[in-house]
């Protein structure tokens, strides 16, 4: 089983689907291939911080964090062999080349990114959004394997199949209010690695994030502190979408964007799916229909 997160900022990954992974991890004897890209160089989130510093520090703090979860990292490089800056609602060309090697590289079972607003009204992230463009326009190009071959040569003429993954949107704390979402996994069992993870995120959990606002959040003193945070966080959520307080849960939405799963698929590669707070059913006749689909 091989899983890659793809989103748009160091700490994303923990707010949205470390538990998932964590879970998943768990249920396979042989374990998982985990992957995160992240595709900001992470300069730009910082109140006092030089741009050159808050760099080197986010990418730090992302590598310790991946350690703790056990999964592998990397920056998105854009063909030209730099890293994307922030604030950049732009999908070029370029950004959509580097997402579909590394893709390809990878072959993931599953890809999580982030969600497109489906409601006009709602807030949103344009770093969040931008990725989420991005992988929805290049699902169909992974298995095209001469889509980039100007910007990545290749000596090969006849070309292998590439697996194309299927796609989950995560929740998106920057639409809260309009996060529809198909199922749910119960993630109380990783809430402590969730939080171990997201407290090596220092200069976001304790400086940036409190002070830029929007987050309601209170500065952590203590590892202690940061994890009543983090229930506080989940259990924000959880009112937003119906479910009960006092459980870590993450959802999600299944797009038709790469390979369409079937709902017993799904069942059976997430542990933890929460039966009463998923709507299978309906699931199930959405992705039917889905199927049916060009491919
Ligand atoms: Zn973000």
Redesign the pocket.
């Known amino acids: 089983m091989k899983l890659m997160c793809i ?3 160091f ?2 990954f923990e707010f949205v689907a470390a538990g998932t992974f964590d879970r998943i991890i768990g249920q396979n004897s042989g374990g998982a291939q985990t992957k995160l890209v992240v595709c900001t160089d992470g300069a730009v989130g910082h109140h006092f911080r030089s741009l050159e510093e808050t760099r080197a520090m986010r990418w730090k703090e992302q590598q310790s964090a991946s350690q703790i979860g056990g999964h592998e990292v990397e920056r998105l490089r854009l063909p030209d062999g730099t890293l994307r800056r922030e604030a950049n609602p732009v999908v070029d060309r370029a950004f959509v080349a580097a997402l579909w090697k590394t893709i390809r590289a990878f072959e993931p079972d599953y890809l999580f990114c982030p969600p497109l607003a489906q409601d006009p009204l709602a807030g949103v ?1 344009m ?2 959004i931008a990725v989420a463009e991005a992988v929805r326009n290049v699902a169909y190009m992974i298995n095209v394997p001469h889509a980039y071959i100007d910007l990545y040569p290749s000596p090969d003429v006849e070309s292998m199949p590439c697996k194309v993954p299927v796609i989950l949107n995560t929740y998106d704390a920057y639409m809260a209010g309009a996060n529809p979402y198909d199922f749910v996994v119960n993630v109380e069992a990783a809430f402590e690695t969730i939080c171990e993870m997201a407290w090596c995120h220092q200069s976001q959990i304790r400086e940036w994030l409190p002070w830029v606002g929007r987050h309601q959040m209170s500065v952590p003193e203590s590892f202690e502190e940061w994890k009543q945070v983090m229930r506080e966080r989940f259990d924000r959520q959880n009112q937003e979408l119906g479910l009960p307080a006092g459980i870590a849960a993450e959802p999600f939405m299944v797009t038709s964007w790469g390979e369409v799963p079937t709902t017993d698929r799904l069942l059976a590669d997430f542990p933890g799916i929460m039966a009463e707070f998923s709507n299978m059913e309906n699931l199930n006749r959405r992705l039917a229909t889905l199927g049916l689909g060009a491919s």
């Open positions: 989103h748009a900022h700490d994303d992230h770093d969040h």
